[in-house]
């Protein structure tokens, strides 16, 4: 019963495929997010989603589009994969934009 | 926009010794505030969070932050750590009145080395 969950938790994958990666949230949230950690640790905000509106951050590639079927997941589509996508994704969710609960990541390395 | 400034990217310290993490933060609009930790190869937890109401807040693991307004600060205190608080604590802000999707601004994280 797990409240957000990723899959997968690892993917390697080589340079200019297309991969998703999938986040299911069990918490009857109503916004989702897409956060990127790279390899300094540094968390940075992609994306925030709810039945209303998309906000993307200015700074993601064009390459990276979320993509929500209900409201309970929010997948992340990436197509053309470079070396330096390479970093850990992590979904999350709140209720009202209050607090955000975080999946576990996915770790995604671009060979 | 918003920025959050975590002071130390690492802080030592020895078992049951006190620990602060501090943590500043700028932003134009009213905030709430977070502390999350990140253990190895792990997700995202939440520690505490300050919402609204009181300026000291509790969280788990014995863990506290106050709120101080005037000085833009949150920094997250423990009076005695253990070994396995060992890990990366991160402190986030949003914006209170759903401006920008409510998404979280992160400081760079503080790596807590706690030692026998």
């Known amino acids: 019963d797990t409240a957000v969950s990723q899959t997968p938790k690892y993917l390697v994958t080589q340079m200019g495929n297309d991969k998703s990666i999938k986040c299911e949230q069990n918490?009857?949230?109503?916004?989702m997010y897409w956060y990127k950690q790279d390899s300094k640790k540094f968390l940075k905000i992609m994306f925030s989603?709810?039945?209303?509106?998309?906000?993307i951050n200015e700074t993601v590639p064009n390459r990276f589009s979320p993509k929500s079927p209900d409201k309970a997941h929010l997948n992340l589509h990436i197509n053309s994969l470079e070396l330096g996508d390479s970093a850990v994704y992590f979904c999350a969710s709140s209720q009202a934009g209050k607090t955000q609960y975080f999946g576990p990541g996915t770790r995604l390395l671009v060979l | 926009a918003q920025s959050v400034t975590q002071l130390d990217s690492q802080v030592p310290v020895f078992e049951e010794a006190p620990v602060e993490l501090r943590c500043n933060y700028s932003?134009?609009?009213?905030?709430?505030l977070f502390w999350y930790v990140q253990y190895p190869n792990q997700g995202l937890q939440l520690l505490l969070k300050?919402?609204?109401?009181?300026?000291l807040v509790k969280g788990i693991n014995g863990f506290e932050a106050e709120f101080n307004k005037s000085q833009t600060s949150f920094h997250l205190r423990k009076p005695s750590v253990h070994i396995s608080d060992t890990a990366e604590y991160f402190c986030a802000v949003s914006d209170q009145y759903n401006n920008a999707g409510n998404m979280l601004t992160f400081g760079g994280g503080t790596r807590l080395m706690v030692k026998p």
């Open positions: 932003s134009s609009v009213s905030v709430y």
């Open positions: 300050y919402l609204s109401g009181s300026t």
């Open positions: 989603y709810n039945n209303k509106e998309l906000i």
């Open positions: 918490l009857g949230h109503d916004t």
